[in-house]
């Protein structure tokens, strides 16, 4: 059953959720009861099943939408406040423009627009400026688009909106660039920095600094606070830090720097770092991931409306899941992690993104020949992968 508690939210995913329809339906209607995909019962209870797993991965990102690490958009923007910063907004270049009338004179109305006949970008005038008979006169511009658009000097020469006895514009010097707004992958590291700009020396502290050295797209860190080796081999007061990405010397310094005092470092990799202000050299330690490759089978029983192109799209999205970047309805669905069991329910999302079909199974396993319904314990420095090559669709 779905909860949610002070360690979170579980919810139920869709086998789960139809094995619970189905007993209940064997409870109202006998142990006889057709409820396979070939009857009408059946499919009616997978219909049911899938709406209420839909309704369910909802509330989970409901839910996440409290961390700022999975939170995106207005979400991210309002609890970015709590660490005292607000998320940087568009600006839109500006620019000065020298604009001459011909003999006839011209009224030149706001918003008319000039570019680069190179480029094409266009800049608006901010307000009307009246020109008589062969005048010129300085008026401000901004660009239509925000973002950091550029004109150098001499460049915006088109006039865009015709006006009568409007004769020439040019911009004497270069324009002051904009900037797109923050984007929520920049404004989550912002964050992260705020969030350790007046912490101490923590677990939380690496986690967070590991996150932003260059090259590191993941990170895990585990801490024993225990006076004796726990059951991860993690020896007592000790962090174990698994890192994918970034440099080994970028890694070292890192953890040197942020690990708790008197505190062990752990892992599978030692590198010899030499501190830059007291001249020591430290055995740092700390692991790198191993990929876990995943197979899957697919077992579907399909109908008249299944794409030509169906299971070649399921092969893709399962892919995408793992690779953290499939989304329903614009939203990224969280992937499996850092020492995250693999859970073949947690693969009806991507499968199901396809339509017209009805999943009889989906297997797992470590190798192609050894599958089954059972999930797959990952280390806490593994993380599951696959690919194409290890998907099959059945049906």
């Known amino acids: ?32 009861v057709k409820l396979g995909a070939d009857s009408v019962l059946g499919q009616l209870l997978a219909i049911i099943a899938e709406r209420i797993s839909d309704k369910n991965e909802l509330i989970e990102l409901v839910a996440n939408l409290f ?43 706001a918003g008319s627009t000039v570019s680069d006949p190179a480029v ?12 008589t008979s062969s005048e010129t006169k300085s008026v401000s511009a901004t660009a239509v688009n925000a973002g950091f658009i550029e004109a150098a000097s001499n460049t915006l020469t088109k006039i865009d909106t015709p006006v009568y006895g409007w004769s020439s ?40 600094a590991l996150l932003e050295v260059d090259g590191v797209d993941l990170a895990a860190v585990y801490e024993n606070k225990t006076n004796a080796t726990d059951s991860r081999g993690i020896p007592a007061h000790s962090i174990w830090s698994v890192v ?29 770092y030499a501190d830059s202000v007291t001249g020591e050299t430290y055995d740092i330690d700390f692991s790198r991931p191993t990929e876990v490759d995943i197979y899957i089978m697919v077992t579907l029983s399909k109908g008249s409306n299944y794409p030509s192109n169906g299971d070649d799209l399921i092969k893709e999205y399962i892919v995408d899941f793992f690779d953290g970047t499939f989304e329903i309805n614009d939203s990224l669905i969280e992937p499996f992690g850092l020492g995250d069991n693999v859970v073949p329910s ?26 089954g319904s059972d999930s797959i314990d990952i280390d806490p420095d593994e993380i599951a992968g696959t690919d194409t090559s290890k998907i099959v669709i059945v049906g």
Do not use: W
């Open 169 to 208: 514009v040019t911009n004497p010097a270069d324009a002051s660039p904009g900037a797109l707004e923050e984007s929520d992958q920049e404004l989550r590291a912002r964050r992260e920095i705020a969030a350790r700009a007046s912490g101490t020396a923590s677990a939380a502290a690496v986690y967070t």
């Open 1 to 32: 059953m779905s909860t949610i508690d002070s360690t979170g939210i579980v919810i139920d995913r869709y086998d789960e959720v139809k094995i619970a329809i189905d007993t209940d339906a064997k409870s109202a209607f006998g142990d006889n």
């Open 244 to 272: 994918r990405g970034g440099t080994d010397n970028d890694i070292a310094n890192v953890l040197l720097d942020k690990a708790p005092a008197g505190c062990g470092l752990y892992g599978s990799t030692t590198v010899s």
């Open 346 to 371: 947690r693969l009806y999302s991507p499968v199901n993104a396809v339509p017209g079909h009805t999943i009889s199974s989906i297997l797992i396993g470590k190798t192609s020949y050894v599958l």
């Open 67 to 109: 961390n700022p690490n999975s939170a995106s958009g207005v979400f991210l923007s309002q609890l970015v406040k709590l660490n005292g910063i607000e998320r940087n907004e568009s600006v839109y270049s500006t620019v000065s423009l020298s604009v001459t009338a011909n003999n006839a004179g011209s009224t030149i109305p």
């Open 120 to 131: 094409g970008e266009k800049f608006a005038i901010d307000s009307e400026v009246v020109l």
